[in-house]
């Protein structure tokens, strides 16, 4: 088993910038990709980023390519998501995920095996 536990969010003005952190319990933090998914209201929760194992890759949904950047702390079983430029849009739910094998590098929902409880993102015009 592995728990996560998303902190970080709150409310920003568009173009603020915010990071969420979610810390990892539970079982060998290397040994997982961690994936950042959000879900806004009346839609369906969508991908966001994946960082593997080392931290040595990273993925990221085209919305968010150059503002959202993915890092994480396998010391501290933490992995981050340092969201600048932050639009409307942005505003959702945020997951953090924890992957067992390689395949959620690709951004796959279905890959993830465990999830965090989210934090919420809200961003005023």
């Known amino acids: 088993q592995v728990q996560l536990v998303e902190s970080g969010g709150g409310l920003v003005q568009a173009g603020g910038s915010l990071r969420l952190s979610c810390a990892a319990s539970?079982?060998?933090?290397?040994?997982?990709?961690m994936g950042w998914f959000r879900q806004a209201p009346g839609k369906e929760r969508e991908f966001v980023s994946a960082i593997s194992r080392a931290g040595a890759s990273t993925n990221y949904a085209d919305s968010v390519k150059g503002r959202f950047t993915s890092s994480r702390d396998n010391a501290k079983s933490t992995v981050y998501l340092q969201m600048n430029s932050l639009k409307p849009e942005d505003t959702a739910v945020y997951f953090c995920?924890?992957?067992?094998?390689?395949?959620?590098?690709?951004?796959?929902?279905?890959?993830?095996?465990?999830w965090g409880q989210g934090t919420q993102v809200t961003v005023s015009s």
């Open positions: 539970g079982r060998t933090f290397s040994s997982l990709v």
């Open positions: 995920a924890a992957d067992l094998t390689y395949s959620g590098m690709n951004g796959n929902i279905g890959s993830y095996d465990y």
